[in-house]
């Protein structure tokens, strides 16, 4: 059987501590085509840091175009985090939307011009000028074929690509999803996002839970964590889950915030899913002991020093 793409399955982005705290979870698993016998594995890296910026970022769909736009995320912010560095200018969050808009761009057209090339025979440039590279006019059929391909290429773009990034810049949280191509979502409600073929199973949890931006920091966890449980007993395409992300503001954690680490399966989060396995209601963990609790496993993050304003796997940094 032939091995056709690297697809991932499933990322979710929750604000919760009254939008002062966000939580980024993934699985590792990566499954090579699309066959339920299709060879996978469990060791790979879906989350993403953006040092020395209190960001991070979840892919899932296809690695060699999600990974692209990763990398070229970063490229787009490096020259924004040097004039902060530098001159002390503000980044806001419409700074991150536009680089994040960006890189999903040159994938976009990266892809439209292979396409172009192999289907047509023509570049890109080349279709979108009208001629041919001895000058030569394109015929309406090229013209309208070229159309087509470029359409189905964005069409097809929409289950192979999905990044959510969270974090906190110079003027609060930043929270956006985007799916393919399509235009970038920068607000959630109820407060989670969700990417990846386990999306429909995570979302049913997320919702019985009644998730949303007023709960702790505790109770947001166990929740993400039930999530992916189910998707993972639900769908062959999910593996073991990867360590959480956890993004406090400043007003959180002073003076400047902090990036940190939560395992993925602490025997903490055990306990409390077999205690609310059959009930209702979670608010129970909003009280004191539960986030002493779950903060005392709280690690922080440190970036490898060989990284300057690059993008990261985070599972694979330590």
Known sequence: ????????????????????????????????????????????GKQFDFPPLLLAASIAGST?????????????LRPLVHQKLKDGKMLVAEHVRICLDRARREELRRLQGCAM?????????????????????????ALRYGLQVLRRVQSEMKSRLGVIVVGFVDNGAVFMRGSGFEPMEIAASPEFFLIGSGSSVALEVLDERKQRISMTLARTLLHVHEALKSAKIRSR??????????????????????????PANPQLLSEWSRAY?????????????PNVQA?????FHIPKRSQSLAHETLALAQ
Request: charge should be negative; include cysteine.
């Open 117 to 141: 090339e192999t289907e047509l025979g023509v570049g890109l440039y080349d279709w979108l000028s009208g001629n041919l590279p001895d000058a030569r006019k394109l015929d309406d059929l």
């Open 1 to 44: 059987m032939p091995i056709k793409d690297q697809n991932m399955t499933i990322g979710i982005g929750a604000f919760c501590e009254d939008a002062e705290c966000a939580v980024l979870a993934t699985d590792t698993r990566v499954t090579f085509g699309q066959a339920p016998s299709a060879p996978f594995t469990d060791n790979a």
């Open 237 to 262: 395409s999910v593996g073991p889950p990867s360590w959480y992300v956890v993004i406090m503001s400043k007003a959180k954690h002073p003076p400047a915030g902090a990036m940190l680490r939560f």
């Open 64 to 76: 060699s175009s999600a990974q692209v736009v990763i990398s070229e995320f970063a490229n787009q």
């Open 277 to 289: 396995k059959k009930r209702n209601d979670t608010s129970s963990l909003d009280g004191h002991v």
């Open 295 to 299: 903060k005392a496993l709280l690690q």
